[in-house]
């Protein structure tokens, strides 16, 4: 299985109950579907904590979902800060689920357009109207949709990354203690597939040059 992290930031007290009801749903679409993760939650309760925790680049963030309202948020902030400050400066790889009370409509134009802009992938209104269940209703539907939309978000993650975890997941004792050179020093491919993950060096680069490769490679067969 493949261990998949999801940031929760919400400032609701009743959170870690809300994180045992989406484990509970995804345990059981994951026996029914197969489904290739194991999602471990964990819990931010206010935007700097968050902020704080992307900043270290220490671990890897798969999937953030992000409330939209902070009622005990001193300074007024609201989810969209969050959004444009981890894609500004911190992580353009992590997948972000939006959610709020209150439908679209709620939102201003300026607070929508930040969250298109932004690549939020699925914005979700916590009284579940916002899309049908993609599979047999398991739980209560607006927390279902969350989980369907943290799977398809899982499903959809960098794809250099995604392939290459696959890759020493099934070779790992091939692979276990080889070395790629990039820009003169040494790395594990798990070193590499984190660094693809957290977005900095030398995930980066190596993205890059796959890319490059692979380009090059398309033209010469043309």
Same mark, same amino acid.
């Given at each position: 299985m493949l261990l998949r992290k999801v940031l929760i930031v919400d400032d609701n007290k009743d959170t870690p109950d809300t994180i045992e009801e989406y +484990?509970?749903?995804?345990? =059981? +679409?994951? =026996?029914?579907?197969q489904l290739p993760y194991t999602l471990e939650f964990i819990w931010e309760e206010t935007i700097e904590s968050a902020l704080e925790r992307? #900043? &270290? &680049?220490?671990?890897?963030?798969d999937v953030a979902l992000i409330d939209y309202d902070f009622s005990? #948020?001193?300074?007024?902030? &609201?989810?969209v800060y969050l959004v444009k400050k981890?894609? #500004?400066?911190?992580?353009?790889?992590?997948?972000?689920v939006f959610n709020t009370m209150h439908g679209i409509s709620f939102l201003n134009k300026s607070e929508l357009v930040d969250l298109i802009n932004n690549?939020?992938?699925?914005?979700? %209104? &916590? %009284?579940?109207e916002t899309f049908d269940l993609k599979y047999q209703e398991v739980g209560d539907k607006a927390d279902q949709l969350i989980?369907?939309?943290?799977?398809?978000? +899982?499903? %959809?993650?960098?794809p250099v990354s995604n392939a290459l975890e696959r890759y020493?997941?099934?070779?790992f004792d091939v692979m276990r203690d080889v070395k790629i050179d990039i820009n003169?020093?040494?790395? %594990?491919?798990?070193?590499i597939i984190d660094a693809i993950r957290l977005c900095k060096e030398p995930g980066n680069t190596f993205v890059a040059n796959l890319l490059e490769m692979t380009v090059m490679d398309f033209l010469e067969i043309k």
């Open positions: +484990l509970a749903i995804y345990k =059981e +679409l994951q =026996e029914r579907e992307f #900043d &270290k &680049k220490i671990e890897v963030i005990y #948020d001193t300074k007024g902030k &609201k989810g981890i894609r #500004d400066h911190i992580n353009q790889r992590c997948k972000i690549d939020v992938f699925r914005f979700i %209104s &916590k %009284s579940g989980v369907e939309a943290i799977i398809e978000a +899982l499903d %959809s993650y960098d020493l997941v099934n070779y003169g020093k040494e790395y %594990s491919i798990q070193e």
